[in-house]
């Protein structure tokens, strides 16, 4: 029971990731997208981090863990 469980649980898991990359291209299709040069990624990734560690503390700080 619990590895059709478990099993189940990555089929959803995998339905919801295949929706998620379906809308990814879209968007490009749809032009939707940022170019970025070298800079640009760096900076675009040190947001990303930044945005990253506040939402970790913000959960840790609600949920104790």
């Known amino acids: 029971r ?3 469980d478990k099993e189940h649980l990555r089929q959803l898991r995998l339905e919801e990731l295949r929706k998620e990359v379906d ?3 879209d968007a490009l299709d749809r032009g939707q997208y940022t170019d970025l040069d070298g800079d640009g990624m760096k ?3 040190a ?3 930044v945005r990253g560690r506040a939402r970790l ?3 840790k700080r ?3 863990k």
């Open 23 to 25: 809308k990814g291209l």
């Open 62 to 64: 609600t949920t104790g």
């Open 47 to 49: 947001d990303v981090k």
């Open 57 to 59: 503390a913000r959960e």
């Open 2 to 4: 619990l590895l059709q």
């Open 43 to 45: 900076g675009h990734l």
